[in-house]
């Protein structure tokens, strides 16, 4: 998902425009998870994080099966198993959505049918029944399949013991959505954050499914309050990564959303304040994947 984000050239506006073949940018992040090899990252305490299918998946062996995060884009299902029986012959107990988004759960009716139990929060529940229109991503999302749905769903947090770790999930309230959850395996030492995080990249805010900026800050310092120095923290998007990872990238959304609620409270236009370019000092390490510099302005524009 990495080479995906770094390749898909974004526009600005409320869409997103590609230099590619690739209609829409839901077609095209579909069309990279159905080339791109899946890669699995042993990080700490059995817990092994998966790349190569829309956003990040975190995967935890125990004694007759697999808890997992997140579960990828469906196209990717056979290279996904494929990775997963190494990991763990056994089946899918466990799946968690951290939110809504096709890119996290996608693949969930598969899962469902390897023998998963699917737990979310209750707002991810209601989204995934829903019809949702987002023009970022050029696409109309329709009610999954019933085999797709949450089956079990937690309202603010909820500890699962597993394999001799327990697994606490902790809802961030209104963030990236509005049914966002972390995932903390507690003796791994490692944080699971979904897309409240994403490292190294300026991040997708899903105003249609209630989310904000103000969220996304909230969220930021949510996480690091939960992470430890020796935390190992996984986001929805990029590499794995630290307290001090999640610090830089709350210090940039507090920044830009500054930068960005002074231009607009002057009385200055959206065109008028991507010109301005408020995330310039930025750009260089956050705005070089799919969100853009021009539309992640955008995102902030819309909630301050």
Known sequence: MKSALRTIAVGVSLALSLSSAVATPYDAINA????????????????????????????????????????????????????LKAI???????????????????????????????????NTAKHLKQTIRVEEWGHTFTPVPAAGRVSEQVQTEKVIPFGGENVRLRYYGPSHTDGDLSLYFTKADVLVTGDTWWNGLYPFIDYVAGGSIDGMIKAANANIAMAGKNTIVVPGHGPAGSQKDLIAYRDMLVAIRGNVAKLKKEGKTLEQVIAAKPTAAFDAQWGKAIISPALFTTLVYRGV
């Open 32 to 83: 990279e998870a159905a080339t791109s090899a899946i890669s699995a990252k042993p990080l700490r305490g059995g817990v092994v994080m998966l790349e190569g299918s829309g956003g990040n998946m975190v995967a935890l062996p125990g004694p007759d099966g697999l808890f997992m995060a997140d579960i990828g884009i469906a196209v990717s299902q056979k290279k996904l198993m494929a990775k």
């Open 88 to 122: 763990h012959p056994g089946p899918i107990k466990y799946l968690v959505n951290t939110h809504w988004h096709w890119d996290h759960t996608d693949g969930n009716a598969w899962a469902h049918a390897a023998g998963a139990t699917i737990i979310a929060q209750a």
